[in-house]
């Protein structure tokens, strides 16, 4: 489907057109028709799918196309974290190019200054505001936010916002908004808590399923069953050999990225760590580093493994086995983004092997098992049956 068989305004053509987009993707193709006509949609869709455009774009037509009040804040996108809020304000600043719809991102973690840029752009109103929830709550508590003339809501990442415990946030966010309005949902899985959020929310949604529960085909997986000691030394090997370009690895403990980080950097590797402790402005200094290739590794806990839109890397790395098969994917889908290959490699210790065999039988399939060098000794069994997983989280 092109994007001008939907009749969609020239100015947001223009946009489409200047970020290269030729042809709609799927997730596009199904939500894009009912939100034009003013329908709540559910929306089971993945980060890579393309959907951050499927509800910018039919927003934007509506904005530029109906009755709106250039004095208020006419749509609201709740998000998990300020990352994936600049992501989008970012992608939004691109498709509303040729337009003149306003838009900010407010999100924690910054400094003064943008607290009162975000206080006054709520105050004297912004076309589209992207908000992740507790800094919008610091906003409406001091009464200045104009939501009363609202007209879009849009929950992006929704399964991740219950996750990360802002259901009560969401719910009062919501307490501010005018009734009538239209309710756009979008998340990766969707477990029960999901439908009873959604039935709070959502008027006759239009019901839209694209989630893929496998990784996409072009990422090699391989998996290395080690000891936990031996990791470290493993993956400093595997990025010493200059094989790979752009590298994320991903630890699911702060401390983890902390130690191998320094353990890389000590080996002159040119890595960089993000992770919740750091200020806002490091962890965007170290992404924009990234992007730009000053550094070509990153260490980084799950905040990466979702929304985050980086093209060119070429290897995951999974220093620690992700808690289940939706946050593998996650993951690994940081890699052969937009139709390129990518490898993707874990670390299973003995303790996580049944974890592992847990994420195998999501995919449909073992996992290839590398070989370790000779020189880190011998490796243990795979043999998930007999080891005790600890701390795994079944999702459904
Ligand atoms: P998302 O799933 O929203 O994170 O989008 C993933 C990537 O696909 C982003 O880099 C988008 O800019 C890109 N993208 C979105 N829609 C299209 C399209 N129709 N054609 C090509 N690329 C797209």
Redesign the pocket.
């Known amino acids: 489907m092109k994007?001008i068989d939907l009749g969609l305004d020239q100015r947001i053509l223009d946009g489409?057109d200047a970020?290269?987009?030729?042809?709609?993707?799927p997730?596009?193709q199904q939500v894009m028709v009912p939100i034009l006509e003013g329908k709540d949609i559910i929306a089971a869709?993945?980060?890579?799918?393309?959907?951050?455009?499927?509800f910018l774009l039919p927003l934007l037509h509506r904005l530029l196309t109906s009755p709106h009040h250039a004095g208020d804040i006419n749509a609201l996108i709740i998000v998990p974290t300020r990352e994936l809020a600049i992501?989008?304000a970012e992608?939004l600043e691109?498709l509303a190019y040729f337009t003149d719809v306003s838009s900010i991102a407010v999100y924690g973690g910054g400094d003064g200054n943008s607290f009162a840029a975000e206080k006054k752009a709520l105050t004297s109103g912004a076309d589209i505001v992207v908000c992740t929830p507790g800094r919008m709550i610091a906003h409406l508590n001091m009464g200045y936010v104009k939501l009363k003339g609202l007209k879009y809501l849009v929950l992006d990442e929704a399964d991740r916002m219950l996750d990360m415990g802002f259901s009560d946030d969401i719910a009062k966010i919501i307490t501010y908004l005018p009734a009538e309005r239209q309710n756009l949902l979008f998340s990766a899985t969707m477990p029960q808590k999901m439908r009873v959020l959604a039935n709070k929310i959502l008027k006759n949604p239009v019901e839209i399923n694209i989630a893929i529960s496998k990784p996409p085909e072009q990422i090699v997986q391989k998996a290395f069953v080690v000891y936990d000691n031996q990791k470290a030394g493993i993956i400093k090997d595997m990025l010493g050999s200059k094989r790979f370009s752009k590298v994320i690895v991903f630890c699911s403990k702060k401390q983890n990225v902390k130690e191998l980080t320094a353990i890389l950097k000590s080996a002159k590797l040119a890595a960089e760590e993000i992770h919740s402790d750091l200020d806002q402005k490091s962890r965007e200094q170290y992404l924009q580093d990234y992007r730009n290739g000053k550094t070509n590794i990153l260490v980084a806990t799950d905040i990466l493994s979702r929304?985050?839109?980086i093209?060119d890397i070429d290897l995951v790395i999974n220093y620690d086995v992700p808690n289940d098969g939706e946050d593998y994917i996650h993951r690994i889908g940081r890699t052969a983004?937009?139709a390129t290959t990518g490898t993707a490699f874990t670390l299973v210790s003995e303790k996580e092997q049944s974890k592992f065999a847990l994420i195998e039988e999501l995919l449909g399939a073992p996992v290839l098992k590398g070989t370790v060098p000779a020189e880190f000794g011998p490796t243990p069994e795979y043999n998930p049956k007999q080891k005790k997983s600890t701390g795994f989280k079944k999702r459904r």
């Open positions: 994007f489409i970020m290269g987009y030729e042809t709609a993707t997730v596009q869709a993945q980060t890579g799918t393309g959907k951050t455009a499927a992501q989008i992608g691109g929304g985050i839109d093209e983004r937009a």
